[in-house]
């Protein structure tokens, strides 16, 4: 098993930037890939980034390429095992809940994440 525990949400101007964290536990030598994914009321969950847990390669969504970066913490000295989504030039259609989620293969698809976190609620005010 692995639990996800996302944090860093809250509400922010149009235009300004936030960092959400997602601190992984338990079984994470089984995570191949960690996932961002937002969801609004009505709308089903869509994928926003992901990062290779091993190689740290990246896939950004079109709809936030150039503004959403995501990325890792490998400091082998703290063991920590967190992603990062540093969200910047944020808009109103930004506004949603933010979950991480983990795959323990190389995806990008909702329906092969195994693991969620509860999610963390982004609301940005034009």
């Known amino acids: 098993q692995v639990q996800l525990v996302e944090s860093g949400g809250g509400l922010v101007q149009a235009g300004g930037s936030l960092r959400l964290s997602c601190a992984a536990s338990?079984?994470?030598?089984?995570?191949?890939?960690v996932g961002w994914f937002r969801q609004t009321p009505g709308k089903e969950r869509e994928f926003v980034a992901a990062?290779?847990?091993?190689?740290?390669?990246?896939?950004?969504?079109?709809s936030v390429k150039g503004r959403f970066t995501i990325s890792r913490d490998n400091a082998k000295n703290t063991a920590k095992n967190e992603v990062y989504l540093h969200m910047n030039n944020l808009k109103s259609e930004d506004t949603a809940v933010y979950y991480c989620?983990?795959?323990?293969?190389?995806?990008?698809?909702?329906?092969?994440?195994?693991?969620w976190g509860q999610g963390t609620q982004v609301t940005v005010s034009s």
């Open positions: 989620a983990a795959s323990q293969g190389a995806t990008i698809r909702r329906d092969e994440y195994d693991y």
């Open positions: 338990g079984r994470t030598d089984s995570i191949y890939t």
């Open positions: 990062i290779s847990w091993r190689s740290s390669r990246t896939y950004t969504a079109d």
